[in-house]
């Protein structure tokens, strides 16, 4: 059975693309969401639901790191296992036609990369990989799950609503029995290698962004209220320097009155056409 064409793009989203052969793409949550992974704020910028683990708080004591890996246990299951999607395998193409000079993605998830994009930041790290917070040892996560379900079998009856970034919804339930593995090699704390609300970006992630910045002829935002300063700050620094910047995002953006092209639709309807 012949597949059905995909809808005609947007013209001033192809204008716009066919007249910038170099973008800096920055993308968010959004982008993801046909993926099957929860975002976590709403058309108007705010949150879902509570707001994501702080760095201090992860770091305050085991009961805080109870809560987040036994979550992350049950979250795990479906976060790895989710696939790129149209939208994903659209930047993929635009890169190999050689109209992406960055993609900067504020996700954790590596889908841009599943999805054959080779030129990424991943400005917030990975949720694949696990960080021991002494020795700086990386270990895969899919070890850590291996380690935690072994731990808590118990626990691998729960089932809960699938949150954003590997995380469940587990209301209601006693922490204070869940096991926390412990690094194998120093014993110290192990943390899932992304950047926690209250940590700073590694500097080398923030000045290989910068450096394409400096090459790129336009900015593209995909699926991003640019709600967290991160990445808004490339687009504030986009707008200094004159480039113009389009946006594909449903509901308002952080960065609304710099924006010279805004589509407010579906980022996986928008970006369709490119997939090829």
Not at 27 to 52: E, L, V
Not at 108 to 130: F, I, P, Q
Not at 166 to 181: E, K, M, Q, W
Not at 223 to 240: C, H, I, N, Q, T
Request: overall charge neutral; glycine content about 8%.
């Amino acid at each position: 059975m012949n597949q059905p064409a995909a809808a005609p793009a947007d013209p001033t989203l192809r204008t716009y693309i066919e007249a910038h052969p170099r973008l800096f793409v920055i993308t968010g949550a959004g982008i993801s969401t046909d993926s099957g992974i929860p975002d976590y704020r709403d058309g108007n910028g705010a949150w879902k639901r509570r707001p994501p683990m702080t760095l201090q708080a992860f770091m305050s004591g085991p009961p805080a790191r109870a809560r987040y890996w036994a979550r992350g246990m049950i979250g795990w299951r479906h976060f790895a296992s989710v696939s790129p999607n149209v939208a994903h395998r659209a930047l993929a193409a635009l890169e190999r036609a050689g109209r992406v000079e960055l993609l900067l993605t504020q996700n954790v998830d590596g889908l841009h990369e599943k999805a054959g994009s080779l030129n990424v930041v991943d400005l917030h790290g990975r949720l694949d990989r696990v960080r021991c917070m002494q020795c700086g040892d990386i270990t895969s996560r899919d070890a850590m799950q291996t380690r935690l379900e072994a731990a808590n079998p118990d626990w691998l009856a729960l089932n809960a609503t699938v949150a954003p970034d590997g995380d469940a919804d587990l209301d209601h339930v006693d922490f204070s029995t869940y096991r926390i593995p412990e690094c194998t090699i120093c014993g110290g704390i192990l943390k899932p290698d992304v950047v926690f609300f209250g940590e700073n970006v590694p500097r080398a992630r923030v000045d290989t962004a910068w450096s394409h910045l400096e090459r790129a002829d336009g900015v593209l935002v995909v699926g991003s209220s640019l709600m967290v300063y991160s990445g808004y700050r490339f687009v504030l620094e986009a707008s200094r320097r004159g480039l113009p910047i389009a946006s594909i995002n449903r509901g308002v953006t952080r960065a609304d009155a710099l924006i010279d092209l805004k589509i407010d639709d579906g980022v996986a309807q928008a970006l369709a056409p490119y997939a090829v």
